[in-house]
């Protein structure tokens, strides 16, 4: 997985550090949802059911290395 110095320093964090690779991962491939940020960055969220929490990744403008990874608490799943 390719990711961002910033994201190394980052998953260091207590609140962040029972975030699992593979959910990461999982969130990259399938979504939830999607967004594109002004900047170009992507923001990516599934919902983790080991975790009981909605996963936001954000990746760089290539889609592919990760820049941050955290638990999104104020996440609502829209209406189907």
Known sequence: MKSTQYFLFMKSRPD???IKEEWILETVNNPLKQEI???GRIRKWK???EAG???R???LEDGETVH???FDRSFKEEDK
Request: hydrophobic share 50%.
């Open 57 to 59: 990744v954000i990746l």
């Open 53 to 55: 929490k909605y996963l």
């Open 37 to 39: 940020q002004s900047d």
């Open 16 to 18: 962040r550090t029972a």
């Open 68 to 70: 941050n990874a955290f």
């Open 47 to 49: 919902f983790i059911d």
